[in-house]
């Protein structure tokens, strides 16, 4: 299995050490677009995964809508945030896993996961996971995650378009991409493309224009 860089590793260590601005990526309320998904119908009796899944409150809103629903997260520290500021009183059945009734948190690197270690998934949820690594990882990062799958899952897909460029995360991701990505072996239906003209970022880093992208992709093979 690939192994994330320790550099790429340390930079989110980092980040969650120092919270703040450096964690800024973290919403504290429930995506629109998580809602969106349970209004579709496709949480449903589904096991979510949610790759690089920090302290997002998105995990509780899959968990009271869908079967189950498994989190992996590098950072303990994260993790630590997500149970303490939730009240959660969690079991740890192993080192690493977390469990507090139908929503489990793994303590890992997605690079280092198999699919027993997860399960059968029906939908990948993810909210600016793809943005987060830079453009020489993300081909690794999309083979990780669809090792994980099977054909038939669904893979939801948040991202951010922006001008001019960034070099460093949340990187600009857009349509043209997701196609490069995923095209192979998922069907790809661009569901969203909403500009954010009031995104911290635009202000933040003076950038021209962003969109905030949502694709819905179902994989064939």
């Given at each position: ?119 059968p ?50 990187f ?24 954010r003209?009031?995104h ?22």
């Amino acid at each position: 299995m690939f192994t994330i860089p320790r550099v790429e590793t340390q930079f989110w260590i980092d980040s969650w050490q120092e919270g703040g601005s450096k964690t800024s990526f973290h919403l504290p309320s429930v995506h629109p677009h998580a809602r969106l998904l349970a209004d579709r119908g496709l949480l449903d009796d589904a096991t979510v995964l949610v790759p690089l899944c920090g302290k997002t409150a998105d995990l509780l809103f899959f968990a009271a809508h869908a079967r189950s629903v498994v989190g992996v997260e590098l950072v303990a520290q994260a993790i630590d945030e997500f149970i303490a500021e939730n009240g959660l009183s969690p079991r740890q059945p192993r080192p690493g896993v977390f469990t507090a009734g139908n929503l489990t948190i793994l303590n890992r690197d997605l690079f280092d996961l198999a699919p027993e270690d997860i399960g059968p998934v029906d939908l990948v949820y993810d909210r600016a996971s793809l943005i987060a690594f830079p453009e020489d990882m993300r081909h690794r990062y999309v083979e990780a995650v669809t090792a994980l799958t099977a054909p038939g899952a669904w893979y939801f897909i948040n991202t951010l378009e922006y001008r001019p460029a960034l070099p460093s995360p949340p990187f600009s991701v857009g349509p043209a991409d997701v196609e490069a990505y995923f095209g192979e072996r998922f069907e790809i239906d661009h569901l969203l493309a909403e500009p954010r003209p009031e995104h911290r970022m635009v202000e933040k880093f003076g950038l021209d224009d962003l969109v905030e992208h949502g694709f819905l992709l179902r994989r064939f093979q």
